[in-house]
């Protein structure tokens, strides 16, 4: 997980952070991006070290769940409009 911190903006506000997710070989992806948000909004449950989606469970380690979501883009899209409904909950 990187960090990154904007000190100075001309039209923005300043000293705002993100964190994003970088995979060791292949940089920024979406699919992991996807994962910590899924996970951070609840929207992917850890049952010990079992994520688990609506009661079925994926894989053992968030981190087997990148590729998994590569290899399923039905998932990913799903995971992706949960988050979008849950984020836009959250600013209205």
Do not use: H
Request: charged residues 30%.
């Amino acid at each position: 997980m990187v960090r990154i911190k904007c000190t100075k903006n001309k039209v923005g506000i300043v000293n705002r952070e993100v964190s994003v997710e970088f995979t060791y070989g292949m940089g920024y992806t979406i699919e992991a991006d996807v994962a910590s948000s899924a996970k951070r909004l609840g929207i992917l449950e850890m049952k010990g070290s079992w994520v688990t989606y609506k009661g079925t469970t994926l894989v053992q380690g968030i981190d087997n769940l990148v590729p998994m979501l590569f290899d399923n883009p039905d998932l990913l899209e799903d995971l992706k409009s949960e988050i979008a409904e849950r984020t836009k909950k959250e600013t209205e």
